[in-house]
């Protein structure tokens, strides 16, 4: 786990080279990947959001263990596509500290971005909005099985179209005749 974790040093200006780096990476980050590593980073979630508890106001250590493993699946997703790129995680790091210093924005916004993905508050956030969420289907859910389930003897059994007189089905027979 090599990204984002360097104290600040002092260091060269920005070369070509690396701006174009970190413009490689920030088309394959933004057009290419995003998608996959946003259903990545859904199923983590679903797989291991029940242990956060938003109203406990406390941090757990176990949310510190799944912030690691979330990190690891990004980095490691961005080390592979370093490595087509014959790059080492430590280089892209420098170049992306080194422009993100530069006046120029879309390197600057491409390391807040990957550096707001991977800070553990944001992770935390997202994880218990994802248990909210999920927590709120499965209350719908639960609803609307309900609902179902005492649904007057009408309904088309589970069909979608209803029975009987005025719900377009067959008409009801008429009264017995005295």
């Known amino acids: ?50 242990i956060f508890e938003p109203e406990l106001q406390e941090h757990k250590l176990e949310y510190t263990r799944l912030h690691k493993e979330f990190q ?54 997202i994880m218990c909005e994802r248990k909210k969420e999920l927590e709120a289907k499965k209350a719908v859910m639960a609803a609307a099985a309900a609902i179902t389930a005492q649904a007057p003897g009408g309904y088309g059994g589970g069909t979608g179209e209803y029975s009987g007189a005025g719900y377009g089905g067959s008409p009801a027979p008429p009264p017995p005749m005295p």
């Open 1 to 50: 786990a090599v990204f984002f974790n360097s104290p600040g040093r002092a260091m060269a200006e920005v070369t070509a080279d690396e701006l174009e780096l970190v413009e490689q990476v920030k088309i394959w980050f933004m057009c290419t990947e995003m998608e996959e590593l946003v259903q990545t980073a859904v199923r983590f979630a679903d797989a291991n959001c029940d």
């Open 72 to 125: 690891a699946l990004f980095e490691e997703r961005l080390n592979a596509y370093l490595a087509t790129l014959g790059i080492t995680p430590e280089a892209f790091e420098v170049a992306l500290q080194k422009s993100a210093r530069t006046k120029e924005s879309a390197a600057q916004d491409m390391a807040e971005l990957m550096l707001t993905c991977l800070e553990y508050e944001f992770f935390c956030q």
